[in-house]
């Protein structure tokens, strides 16, 4: 419990540091704690210290962790995994909000799917901000199409982007994969859209990904440690 404290609390700190630095507010920045391979206990340990925004990458392990935590009402679980067509409806019940919608295909099951009881899926696009063949979402110059038929779904709701960049060391690299999300929302905004949310930087880049106009940090390791070997770092779960 102290050494789960301390690392989110940590992690705070960075993300206050941050914003200092860069003349931002933490306020504007969400911080989602991916807990993927981390026992449920974690996470309920973790929302009682005031933690609300857990993000899972698989579809069933967020749908168990989902039935063992239904008494955390206010908990809000966000899917930041990869999303095949035959797991998009646990993903519709379980979550509150989708990052990697990269076809309208996945989007129209999750728009059918999603129960009327619950309240529309918020959902952002991913977009392929390395240009790598081999990486998941949508080309920027894909993005206003998809965003257009996304827009006119009912039943989900889009609130932003999200970018996975290429594993770099380059900081100069980095920061253009952040700029050309941002670029990206900013033209999409140009065109009447009104996305609030840009879901960018992990663990290892969260201050570049501010000063680059993140506003939702998805913090994984440096809150929970190491992932057990089955989790392969997210560029490889494309
Ligand atoms: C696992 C994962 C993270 C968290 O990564 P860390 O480096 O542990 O912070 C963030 N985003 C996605 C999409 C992930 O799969």
């Known amino acids: ?5 301390e690392a989110w609390q940590g992690v705070q700190g960075r993300i206050s540091a941050a914003c200092t630095a860069c003349a931002r507010k933490p306020q504007e920045i969400t911080l989602l ?15 009682q210290l005031g933690q609300r925004e857990f993000g899972e990458n698989y579809a069933q392990e967020l749908e168990q962790k989902a ?9 809000v679980w966000h899917f930041i995994g990869p ?5 998009t409806r646990i993903v519709a019940n379980a979550a509150h909000w989708v990052h990697t919608i990269e076809r ?9 799917q999603r129960p009327a009881a619950l309240p529309p899926l918020n959902v ?9 063949a081999s990486k998941s979402g949508v080309a920027p110059d894909e993005l206003l199409v998809l965003a257009r038929n996304v827009a006119q779904m009912p039943r989900l709701k889009l609130r932003g982007l999200m970018c996975i ?7 100069v690299k980095l920061a253009k994969q952040f700029q050309l999300l941002k670029q990206c929302q900013d033209m999409l905004n140009a065109h009447g859209f009104a996305l609030d949310t840009l879901s960018m930087g992990m663990s290892s880049d969260l201050e570049l990904a501010i000063a680059n106009g993140s506003t939702l940090v998805r913090v994984g390791s440096a809150i929970f440690g190491a992932r057990p070997y089955l989790a392969s770092p997210p560029e490889q779960e494309q």
């Open 67 to 75: 039935t063992e935590l239904a008494d955390c009402h206010e908990l």
């Open 124 to 132: 952002c696009l991913q977009v392929n901000v390395s240009g790598e």
């Open 104 to 112: 309208s295909k996945i989007a129209e099951r999750l728009n059918n």
């Open 83 to 87: 999303l095949q067509s035959n797991k």
């Open 33 to 47: 704690a991916v807990s993927k391979t981390f026992p449920a206990a974690d996470i309920h340990q973790l929302y």
């Open 1 to 5: 419990m102290a050494m789960l404290f």
């Open 165 to 171: 960049p290429e594993a770099t060391a380059d900081q």
